[in-house]
Structures are given as structure tokens and as C-alpha cells.
């Protein structure tokens, strides 16, 4: 195991079993709760002794979604929806920030805010599109006059700033309005646009009809006018609003990430969705049939609530884009805060983004891999090393000059005693429940087993990252659980456990490699 950290402290092992350590006026409907009694409340101080060390926050107040993150000529350019006023949700303007890196940032002035009929209740999430001539633009939702979610345009002023500072609004928008089978609160977050072989872009925007989440599909061709598609890209039943979709090629082989409007042979297509019914997000692989323009899930992928997801934690929201630098295709997203509202508003800040995650296609062709960014690397201080550690049923094992603060944990579990593994019920099908039944109190077969980390002294106060494993029938089932019940004593905040199936064979390998990155 290596461990490499800035700043040191303690981290200790959870074990169970033996292993080695090798028209109208519409309210438009946001997925936020609001409190407009704490919108434009301003922190006088900032307290800065919870904030992370190394994920992306501005210096104050509430974030949300990454907008439209881009590489444009050398420079990396994140957008993501601020409140310029208070630690709560609302006032939401896109903040810009940009990086030569993807760690080290500087903070500009606001790219788009309201300022325009077409979006004065309101700036939302979007995209970023490259058009031809290297020229960014920006889709975006706007909130109007009667509480539509309309779709605007935003250009940068000047193209030789390489900061892009300064944006501007075409007096022609809205380029996109709810037509009259589109509910006007559920139609947001326009998707990078994708350039297809007719000569025509094309952008995907969520919505739902009743309670069928919709990937509304429009098209144009000079990126002004647009026109809605007979049928939706894709839908689901029983799915609910989709929110900050997103649709993009992934190769069949290899790492290298793809440009949007790759298509044909050799790639499969994802469509990723933000459930505001659940919170999460989902996505299925497939094929995208350009000729109809409609997009089919593979069999291997549930196209429901549940289905794969990028991360079975605290991430929603989330964006890719095409990184032409490096050839690799990588993911933003965006970590609610855990605090109540009136913590929030004391701290002075609310929310964070999540370390930025190439992605690529698994060889099986099922499913996606990730991997945090390479240049996270670069962040490593002193290294800590331990072999062939062997603990036994109820050990527990500190490891001594790192902080679980700000550490980049790299460990390998050998297991022995599969034998012992508890069965697994066919009932168990959400993961998440599973886990906040066998969590880290609770001892099993095989498990848990795992990571003890931001661990107190007299461990009143730890959070557990932790496997269990299951013999099902036919094969192993390995349960990988987030349980964060003893995460702090204080009271009102919010301590959801978090858990997914982790596709391994474990009888093939007898191992599980694991990496966390802590950092507060």
C-alpha cells in the first residue's frame, strides 16, 4: 500500500476476517430547496475549517452544477452555478474559473448572469460547444419574465482574451421556447451541441410528460434557429424530470476520449441523466442510430432508477467534456453540502466540486471506467508504504505518520476464508439498503473489511469505508459501503450511507484494489 499525503494524521483498518495488505405564469420549479429568506444573507466571515484541501470551491458561498467545463486553445474553463449573495441556493449566476492544469484555478468575474427579459428570473445550467473556427458558445437555460425555462445563447465578446472573460447575449434569444406539449418548468439544461453528417447540429435538453423523463432532441443548421424532433432522443417511464443530461461517443478500445460529434463504427454512445426524483444519476451504454436520430440502451443496461451510475455517493449534476490536450474525456460533478441551512449560513459557504475523473469504456463493453485526473498526482507529498500486513477477525490497525485530512490512499485487499461468506438474499437488489444494514457495526463472513478514516483519537467520531462479501448461487456478490453513521456528534446533520454491487470476481482474483483520496 502507498499513502501520500500533505499533511498527517491518522488512518486505521477495519477488519473481520484474515487478509494481506499488499403564457401563463409558471413557477419554474428548481431542484434546489429555496429559502429566499437566506438568498442575499452574506457571510461576514468565511469559516474556513471544514473546507477541503485540494476539490474546487470558490472562497464563499453556495455552488452547484458544473456548467459547461471546456479546453479552449491551452486553457481549461469551468462554469458552474454560483450564488453571488448567500451560502443558499439562489441568486444563481455562472461562475467561471479557469486553469492550465485542472488544479490549480484562478477566479474570474461571472460569465452569464441576468440581465436580458429572456433570462431575468434566472441563468441555469447548460453547455459548451466548440464550433467551427475554434469558437465557443455557451447554451444555457434562462428563466423569463412569465417563469419559463427558455434556451438562450452566449458568445465570448472578444476570442483573443485567452481568459474569455466577457460574454454576451444575442438579443434573438430565446433560441428555444417550450412549444405546447413541453410543461414550461420541466425543460432545462441544454447538452454540448453534436455535429452530425447531414450539416445539422444538435442539442439534447431534459424534460418529462407526466412522469416519463425525456431527452428532447432539437436540430439546426446554423445554430440559431432549431427545430424540435419529431421523437425524443430517448425516454424512460416512470423515470421522472431528467435533469443536466448528457450524451457523448465513447471508443471501443482503448482510453482515448472522443470529440462529441464522433459517431459510426467502433464507438458506442452514453446517456447520462440526473434524476431529480432520487437525487442520483444514471446512465446506460448503447447505440446511437444517427440516420433517426434515436438512441437504444444496450439490454446490459437498466434504463431506470437502477442502473449504473457514475458514483454511489454524494454526486449529481455531473458534465463531461473533451479534453484535446490529452485525448481523454472528463468528468465534473458536483457534492451537495451535509451541514443544515443554518450551518451553512454560518460557515459562510455551501457545496463543492468533485475531484475531475477521466473516463473511459471497460473492455467488457458494459459498463464505464474512471480514474481520478493525472495531474492529481502532482499534489503527493510525503509517501507511506506497508507489505504484507496481516490482520485478523476484529483487528484493527493504525497507520501512523499520514492525515486521513488530505491523503491519497492506494490498498490492496488479499481475502482468504470465501468459504465463510455469508449468503446473499435475493431481495438485497438496492445496495444502498444493504448497507445501512451491515454497516461497519455489524460483523459477517467475509467482512466488513476496510478503511477507518477522519478517525477521532478514541474513534467516537470515524467514517467507514467498507467491503462485505456474499456468496450468491453462482457466484460472489462484494457489497462496497460508504457508512458515515459515526462521521460526527453533532446533531441535524445529514449522514446518508452510500453503497453499490462492485463488479469483481472475487473467486478469479481473491483481491480488491481500492484508492480513496480524503481531503478536508
Known sequence: MGIHNKVFSTCVFLVWFCFCLPGSI????????????????????????????????????????????????????????????????????????????????????????????????????????LLPGNKP??????????????????FPKDLADPYLREWTKPDYNPVIQPDASIEPSKFRDPTTAWFGLDGLWRIVIGSRRKMRGMAMLYRSRDFVRWVKAKHPLHSSKDTGMWECPDFF?????????????????????????????????????????????????DNSSADDHTGL???YGNFYASKTFFDEAKQRRILWGWSNESDTVNDDKTKGWAGIQTIPRALWLD???????????????????????????????????EVKGISSAQADVEVSFEISGLDKAEPFEEFWSDPQVLCGQ????????VGPFGLLVLASG??????????????????????MCHDPSKSSLRPGVYKPNFAGFVDVDINKTKKISLRSLFNW
Not at 90 to 118: C, R, T
Not at 373 to 396: A, F
Open 458 to 479: 478514541d474513534r467516537e467520531e470515524q467514517t467507514a469505508v467498507l467491503f462485505r462479501v456474499f456468496k450468491a448461487p453462482n457466484k460472489h456478490v462484494v457489497l
Open 363 to 397: 473492455p467488457s463493453g458494459k459498463q464505464l471506467v474512471q480514474w481520478p485526473v493525472e495531474e492529481l498526482e502532482t499534489l503527493r507529498g510525503k509517501q507511506v508504504n506497508l507489505y504484507d500486513k496481516e490482520l485478523k477477525s476484529g483487528d484493527i490497525y
Open 438 to 445: 451491515k454497516g461497519a457495526a455489524v460483523e459477517g463472513g
Open 249 to 297: 461517443p465513447v471508443s471501443l478500445k482503448g482510453k482515448r476520449g472522443l470529440e462529441t460529434s464522433v459517431s459510426g463504427p467502433g464507438v458506442k454512445h452514453v446517456l447520462k441523466v440526473s434524476l431529480d426524483m432520487t437525487r442520483y444519476e444514471y446512465y446506460t451504454m448503447g447505440t446511437y442510430y444517427h440516420m433517426i436520430d434515436r438512441y437504444i440502451p
Open 137 to 154: 458558445v455557451i447554451f444555457y437555460t434562462g428563466i423569463d419574465p412569465q417563469g419559463r425555462q427558455v434556451q438562450n445563447l452566449a
Open 309 to 311: 451510475r457514475y458514483d
Open 26 to 129: 409558471w413557477v419554474a420549479e428548481a431542484s434546489h430547496v429555496v429559502y429566499p429568506e437566506l438568498q442575499s444573507v452574506s457571510p461576514s466571515i468565511v469559516d474556513s475549517q471544514y473546507r477541503t484541501g485540494y476539490h474546487f470551491q470558490p472562497p464563499k458561498n453556495w455552488i452547484n452544477d458544473p456548467n459547461g467545463p471546456m479546453y479552449h486553445n491551452g486553457i481549461y474553463h469551468l462554469f458552474y452555478q454560483y450564488n453571488t449573495n448567500g451560502s443558499v441556493w439562489g441568486n444563481i449566476v455562472w461562475a467561471h474559473s479557469v486553469s492550465f492544469d485542472l488544479i490549480n484555478w484562478i477566479p474570474l468575474e461571472p460569465a452569464i448572469y441576468p440581465s436580458k427579459k429572456f433570462d431575468m428570473n434566472g441563468t441555469w445550467s447548460g453547455s459548451a460547444t
